[in-house]
Structure formats: C-alpha cells, structure tokens
C-alpha cells in the first residue's frame, strides 16, 4: 500500500500543492458518487417506467378486446392497425399466443388488473399472460413479405432485435368469437437522467461545491504557506516578526506555537549576545589597568611580555566583541545577484595588489539570485579570499550554479592544512600560524565568522586538501524563481 502511494505521489498526473490534491480528490470522489448515483437512479427510472407501460398495455388490451368485440369483423384489422405502438403488437389469431400453464405472481398480478379493467366483466373469460426475456417467434411477420405494413413490422422487429436486455410481456385475451387477441410488447425506450437540464444541474453542483473546496482549501494553505516561509527566513537568521493568525483553530494553534518558538529563540540569542558582548566589554577595564602598571614597572624582558600578553588580551576581546557585533547584527536581507557581488569584489581586491583571480561556470544568461544580507555576506567572502592570497599567494575564485544552490570554490596555492584540522580551524579562537604562516596576526575569528555567516544564509562550508593547494568550498542556497 505504501509503495503504491509512492507511486502515485512520483506520477506526473499527481499534483504536488496540498490544494490541488484536495480539489481533485474531491472532484474524483464527486464524479464517482454521481456515476453511482445515476446508475441506481437509472435502474429505478426504468423500473418504474416498464411499470407504467405495463399498466397503460393491459389497460389498452382490455379495452381493445371490448371494441373488437363490439365491431365487425371487417373493421378488426383497421382498429388493429390503429393501436399500433412502437413497443406493442397487436394481432387476432385462432391460437393464443401464451401457453396456458403455471403464473408468476407478478404474472398473476397482471390478469388480475387486465381482468379488472373491462367494463363489462364476463366469467370464464381466458387471460394469458407471459412475461419472456425473448420475442415469441409466432408474431414475428414474415420475412419476404412484399405489403408495405408487414415490411414495417420486419423493420421494426429488426430494430427491437437490437435492443439488448429487453422485457417482453406477451398477452392473450380470448373474444367471445374465440379468436384469442395476441399482444407483445417490449420494454419502451426510456429517456436517459443524463438529460441537458440534469447535466447542467451537476455542473452548477459541482462548481458550487468546487468554491467552497477552493474558499476553504486556501483558508487552510495561506497560512501554511506564511509559516513556511517565515520558517525558512528564520533559518536563514532573519528577525521574524509574530505572524498573524488565522484559519482553522489546528493552524491557528500551530502559528501560536510557532510565534512562541520564535520569540524565545531570539531572547535566547540575544541574551548570550548581551552577556558575551558585557563580558568581553568588561575586560577592557582590568586589561587598561594593568597595562599602565607594567608601564610604569621598570624596563625589562619580563616587561615586554607582560605588555606583549595585554596586547594579546586586548585583541582579543576587542575580536570577541566585532563577533558578538556580527551575532546580533539585524541587516535585512534582500535579493542579491552573487555573481555580480563575487565579480565587484574580486575587482576590489585586484585593485589593491591582491592577486585574485575569477572565473564563472553556468549557463549565459542564467541568474544566480540568492535572498541574503548583503554586508555579512560580502564580508565572509573576503576573508575567505584574503586568507587564500594570504596563506596561499593566489585565489582562484570560481562560481558554479545550478537549479537550487550556488557553489562557490575557493582555491589557493599554499601548503594547505592538516586533516585533522579541516574542522577545528572554524572554532574560535583556534589559529594555524604552526602550520601556516606565523605572521598572521590574526586572532582567530575569521574563519568562525565566515562559517557563522554562510551557515545563517542556509548554505555550508567546506575545506579541502588536494594537489594544487586547499581549496574552499562553500554551497549558497538560490531563491527560487516565481
């Protein structure tokens, strides 16, 4: 059952939004409840259309066996040809053509109410009746019969031959003469539900119905598409204002929850910022304050490393604090064509010696959109290039896209890192002067900045050793074209 629901969902004729999977499910189970519908209803049209021809036949045969009776028997065949239905036959013949013998009840039934509908009752009188599935042989006209009445018969008894599934009722009344009056008949063709009226009833059902499908279909999926997006914005580290709530009560509770989720989360991150940020701003005091007492302390090697410590703690916690600026930074995003921000920075860093190199690999004409801050993204993606000319001479920037996401590739041509610290190089603090170069004066947040930044755009980060250097890999989200 589950793999059959996984194909279905996989079929191009399944719909992916949630509304027009309701409307069609609904319209599909519309559409069968109808066919349902007319096909029982059509089964009693007829029905109780066969009923009332019966009734109108044994009524007709009834009085037609009084006005024989009552005529000459010159006349009999004219009044024979005057009763003729296009579902009934009517003939006189010395021979009755229903075989006397056992009655159905509902065979019964019918010489009880032919019996009941002469005037002028007489007793003894024989009624026959037969209901057969199949046309007697013996009122069937001859087949090369030249007179134009009996070709009638022949054509029209072809044409109930084609008839699947008819009802023949076949009826025998005895005259006073003793000629029996044979009448058979068939099912009378009844007009289908299906008629222009009730199908112009079902269209203006189904549309009825359809709006009030779509009215609340899109009462449910507004809000859903909202709390989607705001979902995905607050990834992205967007400040999320409270949404609205709306729709029925299991949206509306799962907005609240949503709304109480997001409003904790950013008290949370803004009451770490603070006490991080107060932290690293009150070490400015005790660090000032021993720097002037070394100052003052006489000249020495012990000293020099006092003050050369101080400077390391001052840096630090001035690095600490652009961190925390960067953490709570509330730039809005907006949408950004990241080829042109790559190409105007790498043209930026040519400018000031810095032998940067860029090169784009998509389609011409293509739109690499991403929906992003702008300042915070620029400002990861400069430290990453400048740390590659840094530590590797050169950066080869390039820019690959396709559908979804960009990808961004970094590549220098230094010795690279160690494996082992692909990873811990982006937590703070952690510096690879050891392995790279020892004229850094870094502190160590760059790299923990840059991840922190593509990290809040949806994308990830990735370092990689190979043959020409390390190479830096990072994936960009795109915003989907509307």
Known sequence: ?????????????????????????????????????????????????????????????????????????????????????????????????????????????????????????????????????????????PRRSRHWEERRRDRDHDRYKRRPNLLFLNVSIQLDDGQWLNMQSSTPKVMPLLAKRTAFLMVISTLCVLAGIIFMVRRITRPMRKLSSASHRLGLGEKIDPLQEEGPEDIRELIRAFNLMNERLQRFVADRTRMLAALSHDLRTPITSMRLRVELMEPGPDTDQLLATLDEMHQMSEATLAFMRQASDNEPTRAVDVNALLDSLCEDLQDIGLNVHYHVHYQDGQEVIAHCRLVSLKRAMRNLIENAVKYGSVAHVSLSAGQ??????????????????????????????????????????????????????????????????????????LTKAV
């Not at 009834?62 to 296009?86: C, D, F, G, K, Y």
């Not at 870094?442 to 922190?452: C, D, F, T, V, Y």
């Open 404 to 477: 979804e996401s960009a990808q961004i590739r970094i590549q220098d041509e230094g010795d690279g890192i160690p494996e082992a610290m692909t990873e811990r190089v982006f937590e703070p603090f952690v510096r690879m002067e050891e392995s790279r170069n020892r004229e850094t004066g870094g502190i160590g947040l760059g790299m923990s900045i840059a991840r922190n930044i593509i990290h809040s755009h949806g994308g990830d980060i990735h370092l990689e050793n190979n043959d020409r250097g390390l190479l830096v890999t990072i994936n960009l989200p």
């Open 1 to 141: 059952m589950i793999k059959r629901f996984s194909k279905l969902r996989s079929s191009r004729f399944w719909p992916e939004s949630l509304a027009s999977q309701m409307i069609l499910v609904v319209l599909l189970g519309m559409a069968l409840a109808l066919a349902i519908s007319l096909w029982m209803a059509g089964d009693a049209h007829k029905a109780a259309v066969n009923r009332i021809n019966q009734w109108m036949l044994t009524r007709q045969s009834a009085i037609l066996a009084e006005v024989l009776e009552a005529s000459p028997a010159s006349l009999h065949q004219p009044i024979l040809n005057t009763t003729r239905r296009e579902n009934a036959f009517f003939r006189l013949s010395d021979q009755s053509l229903v075989p006397a013998g056992d009655y159905s009840p509902e065979e019964k039934m019918l010489i009880d109410r032919i019996a009941g509908a002469f005037d002028d009752p007489k007793p003894g009188r024989q009624i026959r009746v037969n209901l057969a599935s199949e046309r007697s042989e013996e009122m069937t006209p």
